[in-house]
């Protein structure tokens, strides 16, 4: 059974850095492109940031190119989201999502992390 | 900057039929746009309903089905159900990596 797990959302003030994590089972992580998608409260889905198989590649939205970094860690089965100048645009629940890179959709989703920009 | 359209809102009767589109602010989508359908409950994670325009996901009832519909994508449900009462979102691929969900469509059934 496919199971991703964020952890690692919290409030942090305007202008901070926070790291999420997404521990991924059930299937053979270092083959697969991943991603991250986040809901701000009340709105709709947004897509953030597509990493390869490998982590050779990467591909981020606009509203978050040069401040956020996804990276991966294929030995530990585990993705990740550097997010620094977080704004309070940023808060949003934030999911992760194993993505079939042919096709170009998101077929597993976790359950989120909440992270909340605020003094 | 590039915009995917959906209806903010739709109602639909209980064993009803109602079709959602997802469109582009400027041109036209189609299948190589990869359009995919999520269905959204509240405080609950998105489920992948289609993919690639009109493949249904493991486990999704045939009463969900996709298509190009003129410059649209769209999402069909035939015979509503109380339980489809979620929002709906779609994602097109632009291409170079990056994808573009809609702002999603609220479905009451009543």
């Known amino acids: 059974e496919v199971q991703l797990l964020e952890s690692g959302g919290s409030l942090v003030q305007p202008g901070g850095s926070l790291k999420l994590s997404c521990a991924a089972s059930g299937f053979t992580f270092s083959n697969y492109a991943m991603t991250w998608v986040r809901q701000a409260p009340g709105k709709g889905l947004e897509w953030v940031a597509l990493?390869?198989?490998?982590?050779?590649?990467?591909f981020y939205a606009d509203t978050v190119k040069g401040r956020f970094t996804i990276s991966r860690d294929n030995s530990k089965n585990t993705l990740y989201l550097q997010m620094n100048s977080l704004r309070a645009e940023d808060t949003a629940i934030y999911y992760c999502?194993?993505?079939?890179?042919?096709?170009?959709?998101?077929?597993?989703w976790g359950q989120g992390a909440l992270v909340t920009v605020s003094s | 900057q590039t915009v995917v359209t959906q209806e903010p809102s739709f109602s639909v009767s209980p064993g009803g039929t109602v079709t959602l589109t997802c469109g582009l602010s400027?041109?036209?989508?189609?299948?190589?746009?990869?359009p995919s359908w999520y269905q959204q409950t509240p405080g609950q994670a998105p489920r992948t309903l289609i993919y690639r325009t009109n493949a249904r996901s493991s486990g999704v009832p045939d009463r969900f089905s996709g298509s190009i519909l003129g410059n649209k994508a769209a999402l069909t449900i035939t015979g509503a159900q109380a339980d489809d009462e979620s929002d709906y979102h779609c994602?097109?691929?632009?291409?170079?990596?990056?994808?573009?969900f809609g702002g999603g469509t609220k479905v009451t059934v009543l």
């Open positions: 994602v097109l691929y632009m291409g170079s990596g990056i994808s573009v």
């Open positions: 999502a194993k993505q079939l890179w042919s096709a170009h959709f998101f077929d597993y």
């Open positions: 400027s041109g036209s989508v189609s299948s190589s746009h990869y």
């Open positions: 990493i390869g198989d490998s982590g050779g590649s990467t």
